[in-house]
Each structure stands twice: as C-alpha cells, then as structure tokens.
C-alpha cells in the first residue's frame, strides 16, 4: 500500500485545517487508517483512527473534540478535519494504514502497529 498525504502548512493559533491522505495499491478492501503526529523531541503520538469497513472511528485524548477523521472510499481518500488548532499541535502529521484484522483496540494507537506509512506532511501552528 502506498500512501500519498498532502494539507500541511503554517496556521494561526485557533485556525483550521484538512489534511487528505490517499492509499493506493493494496490488496484488501479492509484497511485501519490512522493519523499520527511527531512533534519535536516526541515519540509518534497516535491522534485518530478510522475503520473503513464501517466508518467506526477513534480519537487520542488530544485530540478529542477538536479533530474529525473521515474517509471517502470510493476515493480510497482519508481526511483529518482539524480545528482549534494550538501551538503544540505543530508537528509531522503521517498517516497509516494497517488490515484490519491485525489491528486490536488496544493496539489501534501505536505506531509500531502500522505497516503503511506515508511520506510525512509539516503542520506549523503559530501563537
């Protein structure tokens, strides 16, 4: 599976922004989709998952109630919708994509979890 994912830039604080990510070359119709973020000097922090089989989906504590992931099958495209955006928000952004059957709830949000990995895309959220 190659991942391709693009919407990062710099942003005020309290701003938005939608990052799109889309998957291409795999050979199963059931896929987790994931975002995750590397701040400096941070480990990758899972932020939201979707299942695209369903539409099931799961937030980071971080994130909750201010980013929205949501996916568009038929363009094998998934979305991260962020508002409120703060300062240390600021970080690579990835996204993943791993089969579903290997994925487990208490797995979901880790990195070493994810096989497919796109490229990276930098999100600067300015105070």
């Known amino acids: 599976v190659q991942l391709q994912a693009c919407g990062g830039g710099l942003v005020q604080a309290g701003g938005s922004l939608r990052l799109s990510c889309t998957a291409s070359?795999?050979?199963?119709?059931?896929?987790?989709m994931a975002w995750f973020r590397q701040a400096p000097g941070k480990e990758r922090e899972g932020l939201a998952c979707?299942?695209?089989?369903?539409?099931?989906?799961w937030y980071g504590d971080s994130v909750k109630e201010r980013f929205t992931i949501s996916s568009e099958n038929d363009k094998n495209t998934v979305y991260l919708e962020m508002n409120s955006l703060k300062p240390e928000d600021t970080g690579i952004y990835y996204c993943?994509?791993?089969?579903?059957?290997?994925?487990?709830?208490?797995?979901?949000?880790?990195?070493?979890?994810?096989?497919?990995w796109g490229q990276g895309t930098l999100i600067t959220v300015s105070s």
């Open positions: 993943a994509a791993e089969e579903e059957i290997r994925v487990t709830p208490a797995t979901m949000m880790l990195f070493s979890t994810f096989t497919y």
């Open positions: 070359g795999g050979t199963s119709s059931r896929y987790l």
């Open positions: 979707i299942r695209t089989s369903d539409g099931a989906t």
